[in-house]
Nanobody, 121 residues
């Protein structure tokens, strides 16, 4: 199985940027489809972005399209989420997830512990 550890969260002003990283261990990342999700206080977890094994295809939630970019470096076993033009409503705990068969906003088998992103107005 694969273990996932996110990092890169923090406090940023509206309009700013952050880059989240998700490092995988235990298995090589290239065998997994990867996704990013987030959960704001009092809300359900929601899909943010996903990327295929090779990185050739990506998909995004409408709320982040044009502002967030998902990428991966399989040689470094790392997936990234570049977040630009951040808004207060982007405040949430962000999770990366991995699965061998799920693509997009589905049910993933492996999850990280999450990293907090707080956007101040």
């Amino acid at each position: 199985q694969v273990q996932l550890v996110e990092s890169g969260g923090g406090l940023v002003q509206a309009g700013g940027s952050l880059r989240l990283s998700c490092v995988a261990s235990g298995r090589t990342l290239i065998t997994y489809l990867m996704g990013w999700f987030r959960q704001a206080p009092g809300k359900e977890r929601e899909f943010v972005a996903a990327i295929t094994r090779s990185g050739s295809m990506t998909t995004y939630a409408d709320s982040v399209k044009g502002r967030f970019t998902v990428s991966r470096d399989n040689a470094r076993n790392t997936v990234y989420l570049q977040m630009d033009s951040l808004k207060p409503e982007d405040t949430a705990v962000y999770y990366c997830a991995a699965d061998r068969t799920t693509w997009g906003p589905g049910s993933y088998g492996y999850w990280g512990q999450g990293t907090q992103v707080t956007v101040s107005s």
